[in-house]
């Protein structure tokens, strides 16, 4: 079973940064794809970013390639979102999520909002 709690999120002005946190229990690093999904008010939940598991090698969503950073630090079993020059429409409910299979996640956080003002 695998547990994740995120934490980071709030209000930030559009062009800012945040970073969001997410700490995971059980078997996650060397066993599954660990990623971030986010979800607008009035919108289908997105794929945003993940790493495969073993090589960490990061995907990211065409929407945020170049802005957001995924990471993980495996001693402290968690996963990093850095989120760049931000745009009002990343503001939602951002998920960790872990056992990711073709964009689609098994194990779910409870998530943390990210606020971004014009």
């Known amino acids: 079973q695998v547990q994740l709690v995120e934490s980071g999120g709030g209000l930030v002005q559009a062009g800012g940064s945040v970073r969001l946190s997410c700490v995971a229990s059980?078997?996650?690093?060397?066993?599954?794809?660990m990623g971030w999904f986010r979800r607008a008010p009035g919108k289908e939940r997105e794929f945003v970013a993940a790493?495969?598991?073993?090589?960490?090698?990061?995907y990211y969503s065409d929407s945020v390639k170049g802005r957001f950073t995924i990471s993980g630090d495996n001693a402290k079993n968690t996963v990093y979102l850095q989120m760049n020059r931000l745009k009002p429409e990343d503001g939602a409910v951002y998920c960790c999520?872990?056992?990711?299979?073709?964009?689609?996640?098994?194990?779910w956080g409870q998530g943390t909002k990210v606020t971004v003002s014009a």
């Open positions: 999520a872990a056992d990711i299979v073709n964009y689609v996640a098994r194990y």
């Open positions: 059980g078997r996650t690093f060397d066993t599954y794809h």
């Open positions: 790493f495969t598991s073993v090589t960490a090698t990061p």
